[in-house]
């Protein structure tokens, strides 16, 4: 999604918190940041998506900036199934009804 | 909630052959959309389906088709087969209505074109 920006890859311990970036300087006021992951050649698994305030639910974190140009998804407890290409878009859930996936960050998590 | 079903979950198929997928999006959700993810072209549309109707439709041929029955479970038939259709077709399904409206993945089907 050429509407965020993420670093291609990062590395994490097992067990400790993963925090992965995302820029998105230009969203508009009635964007949602959402966050989703693959893990290799399965279908996407939502995460968790917000529009200003922090959210968290049973597998992560999202923490919004105040002006809403970044975030930083969390998770709090890395393990080894958390090896994933992990996505970051914005979108008007009503209005865009058609996801589209930039390059991602590919996480490892090594034991 | 049981989430996105998708059979079959591989196929191999031949040029010229035809290949129908099916999708069984999670109960209470009305809208189904496909998608086709190759390595070169990542994750494209194809089209989407609400209430049996095909509201939206990516830029793909008319080869590929599909529809929605009234129990909101589609299916998606792709005829005459080129080697280049071979990819993961995800099927994505959403509750629809509201300012949240978010979108489940099955875990798709590969389908292999020899």
């Known amino acids: 999604d050429a509407k965020t920006t993420q670093p291609p890859s990062m590395d994490c311990a097992e067990g400790r918190a993963a925090n992965l970036p995302c820029n998105h300087s230009?969203?508009?006021?009635?964007?949602?940041v959402y966050w989703y992951r693959q893990i290799h050649s399965q279908g996407p698994q939502y995460i968790i998506h917000g529009l200003k305030n922090n959210e968290t639910n049973e597998m992560a974190s999202l923490i919004i900036t105040e002006d809403r140009k970044s975030s930083t998804l969390i998770l709090p407890h890395a393990t080894l199934r958390d090896t994933a290409v992990y996505y970051c878009i914005v979108r008007v859930p009503i209005n865009d009804y058609k996801l589209s996936f930039g390059a991602g960050t590919t996480v490892t998590v090594r034991a | 909630k049981a989430g996105v079903t998708q059979t079959p979950r591989y196929l191999i198929k031949t040029r010229g052959q035809q290949v129908t997928l099916s999708c069984s999006p999670i109960?209470?959700?009305?809208?189904v959309s496909w998608y086709q993810q190759t390595p070169g072209q990542g994750l494209q549309f194809l089209f989407e389906?609400?209430?049996?109707?095909?509201?939206n439709k990516g830029n793909f041929p008319g080869r590929f088709s599909g529809r929605q029955f009234s129990n909101s479970r589609s299916e998606m038939n792709v005829s005459t087969l080129e080697l280049g259709d071979s990819a993961l077709y995800l099927c994505?399904?959403?509750?629809?209505?509201?300012?949240?409206?978010?979108?489940?993945f099955g875990p798709g089907t590969r389908l292999t074109v020899l």
């Open positions: 230009t969203i508009s006021g009635n964007e949602y």
């Open positions: 109960s209470g959700h009305r809208s």
């Open positions: 994505a399904s959403s509750p629809f209505g509201g300012d949240e409206d978010t979108q489940y």
């Open positions: 389906y609400f209430s049996e109707t095909q509201r």
